[in-house]
């Protein structure tokens, strides 16, 4: 077991900071009545994690080569441990929010080193078994998120969801500084400084005009004004880095078809599949009469499938051409999430359950698939910077998703609403600020529990519409897979956490 350690240092840390990527999903009714904050604006809780992780993703890797991976990692650990306390103990909804912001830095710091930790720490045979299993504990993270938010919610109250961070942290600082060896790149490169902060501003400033749309509308002057400020700084970034000796982001590998197709998937896969969950898991707590430990459980097989799916994919399809995983993986997301799209008024949790299955599955073929494809597009010597923009574009996929099916389902439930209810607008904030409990058991309780299964309907088909226009670009553009030794290695299939 000896040598096993630095593995089980490295497998803590990761599983602790994806699990707190979708833990919060079944908490959100809880923590917006605790806090007195509308359950739109929480969406934050989620978006904002997931956005500063994407935004700081590769900046922290070239960190690390240059500072010392365990450093950087262990940093990432206290730095994602202070931050789970102040969420902890938030007294409103803005030092939540803020609060996350910073956990999400350390999630960066700390998902950008464990890779490399493991490459350092395992050679031949024992590093495979290694990405194995740290492929395994990510997957699982991804699982039991939902179920661990229910369980704790229920039993202990949404704020211990974060603070039980802090003894997971301290055990794996204790044991990374213990049992891993430091280790850093002799030819690291200067961090580009420029790149990363317009990469941050142009990624931050394109989600809040997303979520802007939902209330303001998109031909509005705030969502116009903050789409163009993130156009603009997007603008800016792609001339700092080809002007850049060392880009975070070579963009040069997007003259490769092969891999714009492949980065349209990770833009597209987590939040196709994921962005509409923190909806149906208020769905499920309102109009289905579930609890949170019961939204948890609904939202399962999706999870556990792509677990499976994964798993079975690496095992049996590993010859498959990615190009076909990929595609094939984004087709089922789309079908699974289509097939969401059947809530009427009095439907049950059961509804949900065959679009999850074929969601889940889709998302444990494409997933462990895609940085496989994206590092077969390019030269030998730019596999890190392909695996990095994979995983980079993975997460502000997740965060672009929450932005862009939430404003969805706010205009649509408005529309629904309208004409149905005295004050359409009023009662529309209610249902997506959390009292959607009592909206649906109100005077109008039917109107609006039918508005809200018809907004929850657009949302998932804007999903699924979403991710097969996404297979589409993989089937046209990545035509020709050419692999390179070692790829696969360069992300396991514990792709499967977001």
């Avoid at 007294?91 to 930790?117: E, K, S, Y």
């Avoid at 792609?238 to 891999?259: G, K, N, T």
């Avoid at 897979?481 to 360069?490: C, M, N, S, T, V």
Wanted: aromatic share 8%; glycine share 12%; with cysteine.
């Amino acid at each position: 077991m000896g040598k096993w350690w630095p593995l089980t240092a490295v497998c803590v840390g990761a599983f602790m900071l994806l699990v707190d990527v979708n833990i919060v999903t079944v908490a959100l009714p809880d923590m917006a009545a605790g806090l007195g904050a509308s359950y739109s604006s929480l969406q934050w809780v989620m978006d904002v994690y997931a956005l500063v992780l994407a935004a700081l993703l590769m900046g922290a890797g070239a960190l690390a080569d240059r500072a010392g991976r365990r450093r950087v990692y262990v940093i990432g650990l206290v730095l994602f441990a202070l931050a789970s306390l102040a969420c902890g103990i938030a007294p409103d909804a803005a030092v939540l929010l803020a609060a996350r912001a910073v956990q999400g830095a350390g999630a960066a710091m700390m998902f950008a080193t464990t890779v490399a930790l493991v490459t350092s720490s395992y050679e031949g045979r024992d590093r495979a078994v290694a990405f194995g299993v740290w492929g395994a504990a990510n997957g699982a993270a991804a699982g039991v998120g939902p179920v661990l938010g229910g369980l704790v919610t229920q039993g202990l109250g949404w704020r211990w969801i974060f603070l039980l961070n802090l003894p997971v942290s301290v055990l794996a600082v204790a044991l990374t500084l213990r049992v891993v060896a430091e280790s850093r790149d002799p030819a690291a490169r200067r961090i580009d400084v420029p790149g990363v902060v317009l990469f941050a501003a142009a990624a931050g400033a394109v989600t809040y005009g997303l979520t802007r749309a939902g209330d303001a509308g998109w031909t509005s002057a705030p969502t116009l004004g903050w789409l163009t400020a993130g156009a603009a700084a997007l603008a800016a970034f792609a001339v700092a880095e080809l002007r850049s000796p060392h880009p975070i982001l070579d963009l040069r590998l997007f003259r490769a078809p092969a891999f714009t197709g492949v980065m349209i998937a990770s833009l597209a896969m987590s939040g196709t599949a994921f962005g509409y969950l923190l909806y149906t898991s208020l769905w499920l707590q309102s109009a289905a009469g579930l609890s949170a430990i019961g939204a948890g459980l609904a939202i399962l097989p999706m999870s556990g499938l792509a677990f499976a799916a994964s798993w079975l994919t690496g095992r049996f399809l590993h010859a498959v051409p990615p190009r076909l995983t990929v595609g094939a993986g984004l087709l089922l997301v789309g079908a699974g999430t289509l097939g969401q799209s059947v809530l009427t008024a009095g439907s049950g949790w059961a509804a949900l359950a065959p679009g999850f299955a074929v969601t889940g599955v889709g998302v444990g073929i494409a997933l462990p698939n895609v940085t496989a494809a994206a590092t077969a597009a390019v030269p030998p010597e730019r596999v890190g910077s392909a695996a990095g923009a994979v995983s980079a574009l993975r997460q502000l996929g997740f965060a672009f998703g929450i932005a862009v099916l939430g404003s969805v389902f706010h205009a649509a439930l408005e529309r629904s609403l309208d004409g149905d209810v005295p004050d359409a607008a009023g009662t529309a904030r209610a249902v997506a600020g959390g009292h959607a409990a009592q909206a649906v058991h109100g005077a109008s309780g039917g109107a609006v529990e039918s508005a809200f299964a018809s907004a929850l309907d657009a949302a998932t088909a804007t999903a699924g519409v979403i991710a097969i226009a996404a297979a589409i670009a993989v089937f046209a553009l990545v035509r020709r897979d050419r692999p390179q030794a070692g790829a696969a290695a360069a992300e396991p299939a514990a792709a499967t956490a977001r």
